[in-house]
């Protein structure tokens, strides 16, 4: 069975950072591109970033370029999510996926529950 656990949200104030988990299981991460994606209320859930199955490549949104840098550490089957100079548009539940490698929601399999991310101004 395949499950995405995520971890590390939490209020920060404007200016602050977090940095997010995700730990898999199943026997997937090692072979897996994985996708961090957020979802604010009212709005549809969108693309952050993501990271190619090696660790070499990585891709960003605009809107989070140069602040959020996403790695990943396959011994622990486990992706990061380093955020910095956070903003109040930032708020939103945040998940880790796998299953896919574009910026399109719909293309990934497996997702894990989220964590709640607010920032605060």
């Known amino acids: 069975q395949v499950q995405l656990v995520e971890s590390g949200g939490g209020l920060v104030q404007a200016g602050g950072s977090l940095r997010l988990s995700c730990t898999a299981s199943?026997?997937?991460?090692?072979?897996?591109?994985m996708g961090w994606f957020r979802q604010a209320p009212g709005k549809e859930r969108e693309f952050v970033a993501r990271?190619?199955?090696?660790?070499?490549?990585?891709y960003y949104a605009d809107s989070v370029k140069g602040r959020f840098t996403i790695s990943r550490f396959n011994a622990k089957n486990t992706v990061y999510l380093q955020m910095n100079s956070l903003k109040p548009e930032d708020t939103a539940i945040y998940y880790c996926?796998?299953?896919?490698?574009?910026?399109?929601?719909?293309?990934?399999?497996?997702w894990g529950q989220g964590t709640q991310v607010t920032v605060s101004s």
């Open positions: 990271i190619t199955r090696s660790g070499i490549s990585t």
């Open positions: 199943g026997g997937i991460f090692s072979s897996s591109a």
């Open positions: 996926a796998s299953g896919g490698s574009g910026t399109w929601y719909k293309e990934y399999d497996y």
